[in-house]
Nanobody
């Protein structure tokens, strides 16, 4: 049974940082692409970042480039999203998701096979 459990969300002031984590279990984690998505109230879910199975290729949506870093630890079945210089527009529910191979770190949410339940990020001014 595939499980993805996010953690690390919370409330932070604009300009601050948060580190999200996603613990994966129930499948061959090191063979799957991973991604972080977010959805704000009234908006569509969007991919924030993606990473290929080895971690050698990453993708970021333009709005977070230079501020967010996605990484994975295949030995621990963990996915991370380091978020720096947070802006008010970054406030959303953040989801961890995975895509079975063959996969791409940049595909939109319709291609993902499994999802976590999300962790909420609030940004205050």
């Amino acid at each position: 049974q595939v499980q993805l459990v996010e953690s690390g969300g919370g409330s932070v002031q604009a300009g601050g940082s948060l580190r999200l984590s996603c613990a994966a279990s129930g499948y061959t984690y090191s063979s799957y692409c991973m991604g972080w998505f977010r959805q704000a109230p009234g908006k569509e879910r969007e991919r924030v970042a993606g990473i290929n199975p080895t971690g050698g290729y990453t993708y970021y949506v333009n709005s977070v480039k230079g501020r967010f870093t996605i990484s994975r630890d295949n030995a621990k079945n963990m996915l991370y999203l380091q978020m720096n210089s947070l802006k008010l527009d970054d406030a959303a529910m953040y989801y961890c998701a995975t895509e079975r191979p063959p996969c791409s770190p940049s595909r939109d949410y319709g291609y993902m096979d499994y999802w976590g339940k999300g962790t909420l990020v609030n940004i205050s001014s």
